[in-house]
């Protein structure tokens, strides 16, 4: 049963940082680009960062670009994403997904989420 269970989200002030995790298993991690996709209140889903198979090629949303950073540890079967110079706007749940065979972009499974508040 492949699961993807998040943690590290909570609240934090503007300016502040944040390091997501996210513990994998039930699959090869090592072979699947994983992402985070995010989810504002009241919005809707919106893709934030993914990482291909090896970590070496990340990409990210336009939103996020220059303060967040993903990354990956293959040993562990673990997905991160630190947040850095975080905004009001960056409250949201954060869901990790892993993609399908097919394509990075394809979503084919996902965590239940953890909760960003960005607020003073």
């Known amino acids: 049963e492949v699961q993807l269970v998040e943690s590290g989200g909570g609240l934090v002030q503007p300016g502040g940082s944040l390091r997501l995790s996210c513990a994998t298993s039930g699959f090869d991690f090592s072979t699947y680009a994983v992402s985070w996709v995010r989810q504002a209140p009241g919005e809707g889903l919106e893709w934030v960062s993914t990482?291909?198979?090896?970590?070496?090629?990340?990409y990210y949303a336009d939103s996020v670009k220059g303060r967040f950073s993903i990354s990956r540890d293959d040993a562990k079967a673990t997905l991160y994403l630190q947040l850095n110079s975080l905004k009001a706007e960056d409250t949201a749940m954060y869901y990790c997904?892993?993609?399908?065979?097919?394509?990075?972009?394809?979503?084919?499974?996902w965590g239940q989420g953890i909760r960003v508040t960005v607020s003073s």
């Open positions: 990482v291909r198979r090896g970590g070496q090629l990340t």
């Open positions: 997904a892993k993609a399908s065979a097919v394509s990075w972009a394809d979503f084919e499974y």
